[in-house]
């Protein structure tokens, strides 16, 4: 089979996987197995998440989001657990990678990174959860181990080797993205693709081409050049493709403290918001955190964000928070 018979024979897949996910879910497996070894044939990787279609339908009493107000780590874990707890995401064996922000050597009151806590936490749930390899991983700006030292220092007490600042091309591989309308190849972190979960913790912080940095725009953290997503593509277009490929399943918005204004690097406006948001949705969990803040010292709708926008009209989330449901608790 050559390469594009077999992204548009994937993409056709995907398209049916998502309609039928439930009553063929037994034969969806057996064809994921038999595209996967064809790819390697091909010579192509694939993120295991291209295939991982929808969570499935969501339990009585499970909002679609749930926010939660209190300190960093037990607000991690009562969002997640509104969500029905890690153990809804993450199954015995499963390999994991959480990718936080760790771009910047800069202390947790900056909101420039995901606070330590908010990870140290998901990565204790992972572990309880009995996953088999976590990695928490990202490609930062700065000098790799002063980016991630105080993420390290609060993961390092489950196991050793977990946090991760990916700067070489050896850790990366190539891949298509099949649904990409016009980013349509990159390389990806070799252990994202070989992961069963990805989980989204992006501190929430405002970006001054995309007018924030949270879920969506977190996921080019996981590729090895992003400079050409600025360059050749309308960036908040290019951040859609690549979410077409990297779909996390859990998201955890890092709301604790927000950089408002002057982001992605600061020093710029820090609200201290005390927050957390979890959702199984990256549009969803983008929109609502675009909705509950300021930005540059003013207020937007979700649809105002382009690639909001343009990710909820190709259906890869709801930006109509509306419509949604939302629990909120404090802790």
């Known amino acids: ?12 897949l995907e398209t049916w996987t998502e309609k039928t996910l439930g009553r063929r879910e037994f034969l969806i497996k057996q064809l994921k197995g038999a595209l996967i070894m064809t790819a390697g044939a091909a010579g192509l990787y694939l993120p295991k998440s291209v295939l991982a279609g929808k969570l499935g339908p969501v339990k009585a009493g499970v909002p ?6 209190g300190r960093p780590g037990p607000a991690t874990r009562a969002a997640v657990e509104l969500l029905g707890g890690m153990k809804t995401f993450v199954k015995p064996g499963d390999k994991v990678v959480i990718k936080p922000n760790m771009s910047y050597p800069h202390k947790p009151e900056s909101a420039t990174n995901t606070h330590p806590e908010v990870v140290g936490e998901l990565v204790a749930m992972s572990w309880e959860a009995r996953a088999s390899r976590i990695r928490v991983l990202d490609h930062p700006y700065g000098q790799d181990e002063l980016c991630i030292k105080s993420i390290k220092q609060a993961c390092e007490v489950f196991d050793k080797g977990i946090v991760h600042a990916l700067t070489k091309i ?7 993205i099949p649904q990409g309308l016009s980013f349509k190849k990159t ?4 252990d994202v693709l070989e992961a069963d979960v990805l989980i989204a913790a992006p501190v929430a912080k405002s970006h001054s081409m995309t007018g ?9 953290g996981l590729i090895w050049d992003r400079s050409v997503m600025h360059k050749d593509h309308d960036l908040d277009s290019a951040i859609v493709d690549l979410c077409t490929l990297l779909r996390p399943q859990l998201v955890v918005i890092d709301a604790t ?18 927050t957390i948001i979890a959702s199984k949705d990256m549009v969803a969990a983008d929109a609502q955190m675009v909705k509950m803040c ?38």
């Open 1 to 12: 089979m050559q390469k594009n018979s077999f992204l548009d024979c994937l993409s056709k």
């Open 257 to 274: 403290r927000v950089l408002s204004n002057n982001g992605p690097a600061g020093p710029g406006k820090v609200i201290r918001m005390d």
């Open 64 to 69: 679609d989001l749930g926010i939660v107000k």
């Open 294 to 331: 300021e930005w540059n010292g003013k207020r937007f709708e979700p649809g105002q964000i382009k690639h909001i926008r343009l990710a909820h009209q190709r259906g890869l989330g709801r930006m109509d928070i509306q419509n949604l449901s939302i629990k909120r608790i404090t802790v």
């Open 187 to 190: 390389y990806v972190m070799q």
């Open 170 to 176: 050896d850790f990366y591989k190539p891949v298509r």
């Open 212 to 220: 924030v940095s949270l879920a969506m725009k977190g996921m080019m």
